[in-house]
């Protein structure tokens, strides 16, 4: 009495090959698309951050540099720049250190 199952090894081998293809295709082609979406969009928020924090700053400049009245004249036009370049690393450096903040959470779990 033969098994319904009883297929030759040719045929076996062959379904094999199709399942682990179709395996590694799910499991690693759609979660790199999804990946690549994620990241895409994690760039464009970065950019237009960034760029937010520029005209920011340019816009602190300005109001430093015009709205300080005879406060930063002469010797002392260079006020402005240095305000600006310390509040530009200040947060660099508040952004650098919450980098790592969400990765440390999720290992923590």
Known sequence: MADRNDKSLPTLVTELWELTVTYL???TIVPIKNLGRFVAWGVGGALLLA???LLLLLGGLRALQT???DTFESTWSFVPYVIVLVVAGVIAVIS???IGKGSAKK???
Do not use: I, V
Request: charged residues 40%; neutral net charge; glycine residues 6%.
């Open 51 to 53: 760029f937010s924090f």
């Open 67 to 69: 709205e300080t009245g």
């Open 25 to 27: 295709k799910q499991e």
């Open 96 to 98: 650098a250190t919450r």
């Open 107 to 109: 290992e923590a779990r």
